[in-house]
C-alpha cells in the first residue's frame, strides 16, 4: 500500500532539537530534490555515554550512501550532563587509516566560528563545509575536546574502526601518524548531510542490533542498510535516496535500555533527519527475548501506532518489518516465540504501517522456521553475518520507498 503525503519543507537551521527540514515532495511524484536540499547520507543515532576524553584529538570513519557538493555535519551532546566544549571540528576525505586524501582537509564553522560549546541535551549541526563528496566515500570527522566536558555522548558499536590522538589537537592534520590509538565507537557524531545529491532524499533504517551491524564484518559495511544502499546506487537520481542507519544495539520498543527507547528516540533520530521520505521500523525484538520481557502484543501494536501517526504528522511514510527468528539463542523460550509470531501476525495482516517488508520469512530455515538459516548465521542464533545481512537488503522492495 502506498502511502501520500506532502514532505516539509527544508530548513537550514542550527540546533536539531528545532528541527532538521525535510524536501518537499510526495510518495507518488519521485523528482529528485532541488539543489538547494540537504539530504542525509550517513547517521549514528547516539547510544550511550563514554568516560570524556579531555585532550584528545578523536578521528571518526564514517561511509556515506550518497554524494554531493557540500556537506554538513551533526553532532551530539544529547545524553551528555555538561555543556560540551569542541575547540576543533574538521572534515576530510580519508585514503587510508585515518590518514585524509591531500588537499580535502577542511574546518568546520559553527555560524562562522571555529569553536562552540553543545548544551547538554542538544545536537548541533556545522555550517556548510564546501567540500565535494562522491557517494560511498569515506569520511574523516574529527573532533578535538580541550576540556573535560563530562560524559561523552557516543555510538557503542560502531562496526568501524575509528582513531584516537591521546593528547594534543591533531584534528587538522591530514598526516594520521599521531592517531596512535584505536576505537570500534563514533564519538560525538550522529550525522552526515550533502547537498546537490543526485537523490530525491532518504530512507531511515530505525531498530535495534540487527540494524546497527552486529555480526556482519567490521570495516566492511556490510550492514543491511549498506547494502540497501549499494542497491539503491544503481538507481537512476529520481528514485535514489540516502539511506540513514539508526540502529542501536540493545534498544528496545518499549522500555529504556541501551539508549533511550524506541519511542523516545523515534523524531530525534529518524523523523528529524534531512529530506526524510520514509522510515523502515526493524524493533521489538529485545523487548521479547530481554529481562524483564515483554508478553502482551497489544502493546507492541500500540507502539508501532504511535510512531505511524508521528510519522504520518510530517508526511513520512513507514514500513514495518517483521522479526526475525532467534531460535537456540540464550533469551528464546517457547512463550517467548508466541509473542514474536503474535507481534509478525500484525504486522503483516492489521499494522498500520503503509507497507511490509518480511525480513523473517527471508531470513529463517523452512526446516526449523524458528531459527535463522544456518548460511545466514553469524553464529549466535539472533545476528546475522553477511549473507544474512544481505538477504534482508534484498528482500527491500524498493518501489516501496517511493
Keep these: 500500500m502506498v502511502g501520500s503525503g506532502r514532505i516539509g519543507v527544508a530548513l537550514l537551521v542550527l540546533v536539531l532539537g528545532a528541527g532538521v527540514g525535510q524536501g518537499t515532495a510526495t510518495a507518488n511524484d519521485p523528482a529528485p530534490a532541488p539543489l538547494d536540499t540537504w539530504t542525509g547520507t550517513w547517521e549514528a543515532a547516539p547510544s550511550g555515554t563514554a568516560p570524556a576524553q579531555p585532550g584528545a584529538s578523536l578521528r571518526n570513519v564514517v561511509h556515506l550512501s550518497v554524494g554531493g557538493s557540500t556537506v554538513r555535519v551533526r553532532l551530539t551532546n544529547r545524553l551528555g550532563t555538561a555543556p560540551l566544549d569542541l575547540d576543533t571540528v574538521t572534515v576530510a576525505l580519508r585514503e587510508t587509516g585515518p590518514d585524509a586524501v591531500p588537499g580535502s582537509m577542511r574546518t568546520a564553522t559553527f555560524k562562522g566560528a571555529g569553536a562552540v560549546t553543545i548544551p547538554a541535551g542538544e545536537d548541533l549541526v556545522t555550517d556548510p563545509v564546501l567540500l565535494a563528496v562522491p557517494a560511498g566515500a569515506d569520511l574523516l570527522i574529527t573532533v578535538h575536546t580541550p576540556t573535560d566536558s563530562g560524559p561523552a555522548t557516543y555510538h557503542r558499536a560502531a562496526g568501524q574502526t575509528n582513531y584516537r590522538a591521546p593528547s594534543g589537537n591533531w584534528a587538522a592534520d591530514s598526516d594520521g601518524s599521531a592517531y596512535t590509538t584505536t576505537t570500534t565507537s563514533w ?42 544502499a549499494d542497491r539503491l546506487a544503481t538507481l537512476p537520481p529520481s528514485r535514489r535516496l540516502g539511506v540513514l542507519n539508526a540502529g542501536v544495539s540493545g534498544n528496545r520498543l518499549l522500555r529504556e535500555d541501551v539508549g533511550p527507547s524506541a519511542l523516545t528516540r523515534f523524531d530525534a533520530d529518524a523523523l528529524s533527519r534531512s529530506g526524510v521520505r520514509v522510515v523502515i521500523v526493524l524493533e521489538g525484538i529485545n523487548d521479547i527475548k530481554g529481562t524483564p520481557n515483554a508478553t502482551d502484543p497489544d502493546a507492541f501494536e500500540d507502539a508501532y501506532r504511535t510512531l505511524v501517526i508521528r510519522a504520518h504528522a510530517q508526511g513520512i511514510r513507514v514500513i514495518g518489518a517483521t522479526l526475525t527468528p532467534y531460535g537456540g539463542n540464550g533469551g528464546y523460550t517457547a512463550a517467548r516465540e508466541a509473542v514474536r509470531q503474535a507481534v509478525n501476525a500484525f504486522i503483516r495482516l492489521d499494522s498500520p504501517f503503509d507497507a511490509v517488508v518480511d525480513f523473517d520469512t527471508a531470513v529463517r530455515d523452512p526446516e526449523d522456521p524458528q531459527r535463522i538459516r544456518p548460511a545466514y548465521d553469524s553464529g549466535d542464533h539472533l545476528h546475522f553475518n553477511d549473507a544474512g545481512m544481505l538477504a534482508l537488503a534484498e528482500t527491500v522492495d524498493l518501489a516501496e520507498l517511493g
Design 187 to 228: 564519538y560525538y557524531v550522529t550525522g552526515v548531510d550533502v547537498l546537490d545529491a543526485p537523490a530525491a532524499g532518504s530512507v531511515v533504517a530505525f531498530g535495534d542490533s540487527l540494524t546497527d551491524g552486529n555480526g556482519s564484518t567490521r570495516d566492511a559495511n556490510h550492514r543491511w542498510p549498506d547494502r540497501l
